[in-house]
């Protein structure tokens, strides 16, 4: 536990007024009165890049709320408090009868403390950090953790990939008994898919885990999250998942396949869902892993050979398709050198008519260009009509119901081994985890439209 020396931390300009003129100093307690009302909290430091002109205060709420200094009529000093900087931190024991599972950071939040030097909200990694901020971990595993990266889940890509997967690899050989992978949650199940492509069978459970909302807040899923990761470490599915909230509340997680997951919500931490399936299984500390299907890699393999391909061709891109788009726009990506093409259609795969001749243009010159939908939810049907059947015979080839993200990620590795059209066909149509299903479940799009009288009686019966 440690002070901050500087009784202005990160104040400057009028904020910094404000606090000299009522004689009030970083980490006391304040009652602040404003023309948008009292405010009753800790003086919080400023993050050092933040504006001059707000004051900002921890309520007993545990948020944040910033006052602007220029609006403040009065700032009473009610007490003193101290600010904390370093998560607990304690031995992790061992235990010879619990599963070995191995973290591997590379970015975003589990359990951290608030650096306000920078603003930033720093994690919390070490085995020992992680007993001290979470020490129901012990109880459910043994836990080694290693940084593989640091950086922010947007900034991944395949230099990251490429490393991460072959250190997964070489954990599992060691030794690991599951692999739980911190990861960012923006582009997390970007990650999933490319991993379930280049990890293939993997023997043992691998885990993507994030967390909404930081652990400085109370609202936070960090720790409830990563205790989830943790069990199904150790559980019975042996695939490449990301494990988040079910339901907005505590009640359990969801463990979601790699290759059917996407992020659904900028910020509920019930934000990730399974696309066009359901969920591989629900996960809590009380029941541990309940699996929802049986179709599943199970713990020590299939049969299949535990194999590791990590290949990944920088030049394909996804094009979202909108009305009135213009062919130049695909002249442009050719012309830089892309080999890849996928495309988001409208309806069942569609594009407008303009761009049928540079679509043959482009895949004449070699260009692989693959059709999904925009819509995410269902299929890709382009022998409906003629306009479907053309784009075929200009050169594209439909891919099912396989996410538009998946397969960017698919063709991207696909094209990292082969260039041969027929075989990037091939291996693009085939699937290898669940990226195309045979149909959609009957419950496979389920989507709550509030106000109709069927899901508001459900919702008062179930979830509120």
């Excluded at 707000?54 to 309520?59: A, F, M, P, R, T």
């Excluded at 304690?90 to 589990?110: C, R």
């Excluded at 396949?257 to 910020?267: C, F, L, N, P, Q």
């Excluded at 699937?431 to 439209?449: H, S």
Aim: aromatic residues 10%; charged residues 20%.
């Amino acid at each position: 536990m440690a002070t901050v020396d500087d009784p202005y931390k990160g104040y400057r300009n009028s904020g910094l007024e404000t606090l000299k003129k009522f004689d009030v100093r970083v980490w006391d307690r304040v009652k602040v009165l404003s023309e948008s009302g009292t405010f009753e909290g800790v003086l919080l430091p400023r993050n050092e890049m933040a504006d001059t002109f707000h004051i900002v205060l921890k309520l007993d709420t545990g948020y944040n709320v910033g006052v602007r200094a220029e609006r403040i009529s009065a700032i009473e000093n009610t007490g003193r408090s101290e600010g904390h900087y370093k998560v607990p931190e304690k031995e992790f024991p061992y235990d010879p009868e619990k599963h070995n599972v191995v973290l591997l950071g590379t970015g975003g939040t589990i359990a951290s403390r608030l650096d306000y030097t920078t603003g930033a909200v720093i994690p919390a990694f070490s085995p020992g950090e992680l007993f001290g901020a979470v020490p129901e971990l012990a109880d459910i595993c043994n836990l080694q953790t290693h940084k593989v990266f640091g950086i922010f889940s947007e900034d991944m890509g395949p230099a990251q990939y490429i490393p991460l997967a072959q250190r997964i690899y070489k954990e599992i050989n060691d030794g690991a008994e599951g692999i739980i992978i911190g990861h960012g949650t923006d582009t997390m199940h970007h990650t999933a898919a490319i991993l379930t492509f280049m990890v293939q069978n993997p023997p043992v459970p691998i885990i993507l885990v994030g967390s909404q909302r930081s652990s400085d807040r109370p609202s936070s899923d960090a720790a409830r999250n990563l205790i989830n990761a943790a069990m199904a470490a150790t559980g019975p599915i042996a695939e490449i998942m990301v494990c988040m909230f079910g339901p907005t509340s505590d009640k359990y997680g969801l463990l979601h396949r790699g290759t059917r997951v996407r992020k659904m919500h900028s910020s509920y931490r019930s934000a990730f869902r399974t696309i066009g399936d359901i969920p591989l299984a629900t996960v809590d500390r009380e029941n541990g892993v309940k699996p929802l299907r049986r179709d599943f890699n199970p713990r020590g393999g299939s049969g299949k050979e535990f194999k590791l391909v990590p290949t990944f061709n920088e030049k394909v891109t996804i094009l979202y398709y909108y009305p009135n788009m213009q062919e130049n726009l695909i002249r442009a990506i050719v012309g830089a050198g892309y080999e890849g093409i996928v495309i988001a259609g409208t309806g069942l795969g569609h594009i407008n008519r303009p761009l049928y001749n540079v679509i043959r243009w482009a895949t004449g010159q070699g260009v692989h260009i693959y059709m999904t939908v925009q819509t995410l939810w269902g299929f890709v049907q382009m022998f409906v009509y003629d306009n479907g059947r053309y784009l075929m015979d200009c050169g594209i080839v439909p891919l099912a119901n396989m996410l538009p993200e998946v397969a960017y990620m698919k063709l991207s590795w696909v094209l990292g081994q082969t260039n041969d059209r027929e075989e990037v066909k091939k291996i693009m149509l085939t699937p290898i985890n669940g990226e195309i299903t045979e149909r959609e479940r009957p419950d496979g799009y389920l989507v709550f439209q509030g106000g109709l009288p069927e899901v508001e009686q459900f919702m008062r019966d179930y979830l509120l």
